[in-house]
């Protein structure tokens, strides 16, 4: 299995920003994709961002394309992601996921899942 876990969360004024990280450990060495997903009260789960393993290809939701950014950082297994000018609309648990099946970026279907972390933007 893969274990992840987002830290970064928290209250925020909207305009602001956040950087969430997301730490994987266990079979990394077969997560082809890694995602970032979020959830407000009473609403279903959302895609938010992806990038593959190589980092050759990233995906965002448009509601937060030219906002948020995903990245893989220098230590093995992290994952960020970096939200600027934020909005109260953008409050929500945020969770991170992997992919073991390779379907993640053209299905969307991620495999394992962190127990996120709260985002709040006051507005």
């Known amino acids: 299995q893969v274990q992840l876990v987002e830290s970064g969360g928290g209250l925020v004024q909207a305009g602001g920003s956040l950087r969430l990280s997301c730490a994987a450990s266990?079979?990394?060495?077969?997560?082809?994709?890694t995602g970032w997903f979020r959830q407000a009260p009473g609403k279903a789960r959302e895609f938010v961002a992806a990038?593959?393993?190589?980092?050759?290809?990233?995906l965002y939701a448009e509601s937060v394309k030219g906002r948020f950014t995903i990245s893989r950082g220098n230590a093995k297994n992290t994952v960020y992601l970096q939200m600027n000018s934020l909005k109260p609309e953008d409050t929500a648990v945020y969770y991170c996921?992997?992919?073991?099946?390779?379907?993640?970026?053209?299905?969307?279907?991620?495999?394992?899942w962190g127990q996120g972390t709260q985002v709040t933007v006051s507005s």
């Open positions: 996921a992997a992919d073991v099946t390779g379907l993640g970026l053209s299905q969307r279907r991620f495999d394992y």
């Open positions: 990038i593959s393993a190589s980092a050759s290809t990233i």
């Open positions: 266990g079979r990394t060495f077969s997560v082809f994709a």
